[in-house]
C-alpha cells in the first residue's frame, strides 16, 4: 500500500502516521509532504518525507506522479484563526490546494483520497448537537474554503474521477501543538497548566465546542479510508467525541495538575469564531454507516495527556506556543 499524506508536518500527521504503521498488516509506504523542509527528527522507517506546497501545481501533480499513490490523507490547511489573519493565504492553501490535490489525485489515479474537514463548515444558530445536512454558511474563510473542498470531495466522487471520504473534525487536542487554530485554547490549558501551572484562555468560561483527543481522530481518519463505498451514503461526516466548556476542561485539567489556575481574557476574534461554530455534532450517520465511535471522554483524555505532556517537557521537546 503506498499512502501520501499533504501536511504531514502540522498537527495530524505524525500521529496519523504512526496509527496507519500500527494498523497495516504489511508495512505501506509512506511519502510525508509538508511545506517546512524535513529533519532528522523526521525519520522513521518506511516513511520518506518530502517538501511539498500544495499550491504549486506542477509540483503537486509531479510528486503524485511519481509515487502514484494508493491511498491520500489531504491535511495540508490553515486554520481558522490564522486564516482571518491572512485570507489570501488561506484561500490560497486551503482552495487552491485542494483543487491541486484532486486533480493530482485524478491524473496519478489514487485509490481514494481522505478530506480533512472541520466543525468550521458550520455557521450560528443550528440544532444542538448539529448533524450532518444543515445548511453551511461559516463565519470564516477556513470555513468557507473546507465547505467548497467538501463539496469538490463529493463532486469528483459523483463523476467517478476520485474516490473522496472524509470527516468534519471537532477541536482536535494532543501532545503535539496545532497551530493557529481558535480551538488550540483547549490545548494550550493542558501544556502551560503543565509548563507553568496556570494559563490564560482566550475564550469565556462558558465556551463550549466539540473536541476530540487526537487518538481517536487518526483512528477516524484510518477507518474511513478503509470503509466499503456502497456502505456510505455520505463523502463527509461529523465525528464526535465530548463538547466540555471551557471551566471543564479546566477542572478535568486541574484533577491530574492540582494548583493549577486558569484565567479567561477572552480575544474577540477568536470568542466571535468559537461562537459561530456548534456546541455539539451529532455524529449518528458516522455510527451507522461506518461503525464509528470515540474512545475517549474529557477525564480520559486527560488521564493519557498530562503524563504525555510532563514527559515531552522533561525531554526539553519544545513546545512553546503563541497564544496570540
Ligand atoms: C481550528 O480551531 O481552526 C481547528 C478546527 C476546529 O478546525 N482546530
New binding site residues.
Partial sequence: MRILLTGAGG?IGRDLINELLRRSKEPPSIVATDLRTPDAADEQEHVRWSRLDVTNEAATRAIFADFKPDIVFHLAAI???R?EKDPVTAYAVNQTGTWNVLEASYAARVKRLVFTS???VYGPGLPDPTPDAVPLQPA?I?GVT?VSGELLCDYYTRRGWVDCVGVR????ISASL?G?????YALFMYVDGVRYGAYEAFCRADTR?PLMYMPDGVRALAEISEAPRHKLRRCIYNVAAFSPRADEIAASVARAVPGVRITYVPEPVRQG?LDS?PKALDDTMAREDWGWKARYDLDGMTDDLVPRVRELLARGVDLSHSNR
Avoid at 493557529?180 to 488550540?184: A, H, I, N, Q
Fill in positions: 498537527q486554520l481558522s484563526a486564516g472541520s466543525i468550521a470564516t477556513y473546507k473534525f471537532p477541536g482536535l496545532p493557529g487554530g481558535s480551538s488550540d465546542i469564531i461554530w
